[in-house]
């Protein structure tokens, strides 16, 4: 590997862990598309600050472009209070309308300015090496590094002071504000970080790319774990993965990084979608089968329990008593033998008393609703797991 | 003996887009009863807590805690908001959310430690939901939710409890849970304050009650007040109500 190919992976592994961390507190809070408009508004701020700086990497022009993020917020957030709209569509008012006024300042001043709207829209994380930062006449490194670097210094130190305030005002706000923990600060503090993110990573990977990194890995992090501190963590994994099998894939196409990165990413959440242990859509297809087998089973036992007559008790009998076919009969009916629900003796069925006992607790579970009763249970059925 | 006032609120006026739901609303809370507050849907019950702890922003009047304003008393003071007003999908344990109770006595950045989980896993346990304390809170049935956010104000260990609806779908064995403990926190000389929507159960279980409207009907002790005429006039139709002896 030469020097170019690991700075570019180690650029993108950086943008991906600074992307993800508020990322992942915007996919909890039902703001994905909020990233999606700070991306594309924060064009303007960009023009407008490199005009004033005549320099892509000026901390300033980040500052400038980052405002345009949070006036975006605010300007969705005016638009949505006076109740003619709703949000989603306040956002589609608001980001084409800065976006487009970017794109025309762009256009006019195409000369003065070496930006290209294919460069804003994909960036151009290919040429992040070639432009370098000297300090006092010694190479560094590639500027990028540098800006996305301190951006995540920033942002993980924020994330550490304020994780508890975060979760709090994410999870309820009410209660935040009532403990003095201002949700509105919380909230304006979390959108100048992914504003600042967005456009500390605009130049490397476009305004598309931002806004993937920012919501797939901690939308397939969600789908795995439970815990806020994991979901963090695994996003970030998440992120670093596709942005450094994204490279490799793109190395191997010839094709754009950033467009190879979003796919990673976009393949990485089908991946989660389908094969998550339990909140993936094939342990959900097969949870529900197996719910539907346990309510057979139990309608089976009622069966039982309700008959006394040995005729309905029949094993022939149970087929056409309870209206199955033969292959949804031996499922229930091996089901209730493996856990010892029923004895069979000449072919007639009997509830065992660990049976009956399933039986009434199932029963009066559905009846009250209640859950304690039935804890013990939920670890054999699938049915009462919720 | 004089009794002290917990929370009194003067000519408190709030709106939302300009369109007044509360208004000109006055009111003395004594300390160390259990008030509900009742009203039809839309009286502005939930708002009137809100604007009381500071969430919401009044357009007019002013809002004490023992003479202090809210601000100044919110250790004082602990919140239950509507189960309905979070997401129970968030990643989090039911432990965590009752440590959340903590945050306002920790303050700005400092984290919870020892001793926060300790009084924690004591709330748990006064709510008998210790034994689900590492669960996913999605994984907790409507009652045991609803236990959660009350072990979470417990564990504030405040003088005055603010409840928004914590009957609203629970099990009944979840609701006499509830209003046992809210009956040991008066006996133990704390104020609870709950909004209320089952009418029948105000006498068995309140000793206090404050009628709503938009405007404020009537407020007093259950036995004084609680009668066919205020039902009447907060609800606008003839309400009655047979009252348990």
């Not at chain 1, 010892?340 to 399933?358: A, P, Q, R, Y």
């Not at chain 2, 003067?10 to 009742?38: C, F, H, Q, R, S």
Request: glycine letters at 6%.
């Amino acid at each position: 590997m030469s020097n170019a190919q690991i700075e570019i992976q180690l650029i993108a592994s950086l943008v991906a862990i600074a992307c993800a961390i508020p990322g992942t507190f915007l996919v909890l809070r039902k703001m994905a598309m909020i990233s999606d408009a700070i991306s594309h508004s924060i064009l303007p701020g960009i023009v407008v600050g490199f005009f004033i700086t005549q320099d892509l990497n000026s901390p300033l022009l980040i500052l400038l472009a980052a405002l345009t993020g949070v006036i975006t917020v605010v300007l969705v957030e005016r638009i949505q209070k006076t109740g003619l709209v709703k949000e989603d569509t306040a956002i589609g008012l608001v980001f084409p309308a800065l976006f487009s006024i970017g794109v025309i300042m762009i256009a006019k001043n195409a000369n003065d300015v070496h930006l290209d709207v294919d460069a804003v829209l994909l960036g151009e994380l290919a040429f992040a090496p070639f432009d370098r930062l000297f300090i006092s006449g010694t190479d560094v490194g590639p500027k990028s590094l540098w800006i996305i670097g301190s951006i995540l210094v920033i942002t993980v130190g924020l994330l550490i002071a304020f994780f508890k305030e975060l979760k709090v005002s994410t999870f309820d706000a009410g209660l935040a504000a009532s403990l003095g923990f201002s949700p509105a600060l919380i909230h304006y503090g979390l959108m100048t970080v992914s504003s600042v993110t967005t456009v500390g990573a605009f130049d490397a990977v476009g305004a598309i790319l931002v806004v993937a990194l920012m919501i797939a890995p901690a939308a397939s992090a969600y789908l795995l774990t439970t815990d806020l501190k994991k979901m963090l963590g695994l996003a970030i994994v998440f992120g670093v993965l596709s942005a450094i099998s994204g490279y490799w894939f793109a190395h191997w196409l010839d094709a754009s990084i950033a467009g190879s990165i979003t796919t990673m990413l976009g393949v990485l959440f089908l991946i989660m979608y389908l094969f998550a242990p339990s909140k993936g859509l094939i342990a959900v297809i097969y949870r529900e089968k197996q719910q539907r087998i346990e309510v057979s089973l139990l309608t089976f036992l009622l069966h039982l329990r309700n008959h006394d007559d040995e005729r309905e008790r029949h094993v022939n009998h149970l087929n056409e008593h309870i209206n199955w076919q033969k292959v949804r009969s031996k499922t229930v009916l091996d089901l209730a033998l493996k856990n010892n629900m029923i004895d069979i003796n000449n072919k007639i069925v009997s509830l065992t008393s660990k049976g009956d006992e399933f039986t009434s607790q199932a029963i009066d579970y559905i009846i009250t609703n209640e859950d304690a009763q039935i804890e013990d249970m939920k670890d054999d059925f699938f049915l009462f797991r919720g | 003996m004089e009794q002290k006032i917990a929370v009194k609120v003067d000519d408190l006026t709030v709106a939302y887009n300009y369109k007044p739901v509360l208004w000109d609303i006055d009111l003395e809370i004594p300390e160390g009863v259990l008030m509900a507050i009742v009203g039809p849907n839309g009286a502005g019950k939930s708002t009137l807590i809100k604007a009381i702890l500071g969430i919401l922003k009044p357009i007019a009047g002013s809002v004490s805690i023992y003479e202090k304003p809210y601000e100044k008393q919110r250790s004082l003071v602990a919140y239950v908001p509507q189960k309905g007003s979070v997401d129970w999908d968030f990643p989090t344990t039911a432990l965590d959310v009752v440590m959340m109770g903590t945050y306002g006595s920790l303050g700005w950045i400092k984290r919870p430690g020892q001793k926060e989980k300790k009084a924690a896993l004591e709330a748990l346990e006064k709510v008998g939901m210790l034994p689900f304390k590492s669960r996913q809170i999605s994984q907790l049935s409507g009652g045991q939710q609803q236990r959660i956010f009350l072990a979470r104000a417990l564990v504030q260990d405040a003088s005055i409890y603010f409840m928004d609806e914590p009957f609203q779908g629970v099990d009944a064995t979840t609701e006499i849970a509830i209003i046992n403990i809210l009956k040991e926190l008066r006996k133990a000389g704390k104020t609870v304050i709950v909004v209320h929507h089952d009418l029948q159960t105000v006498p068995e279980y309140f000793d206090w009650v404050t009628f709503l409207n938009v405007k404020k009907i009537a407020t007093g002790p259950v036995k004084d007040i609680f009668n066919d005429d205020n039902l009447t006039k907060t609800y606008g139709i003839n309400y009655k109500v047979s009252i348990q002896e």
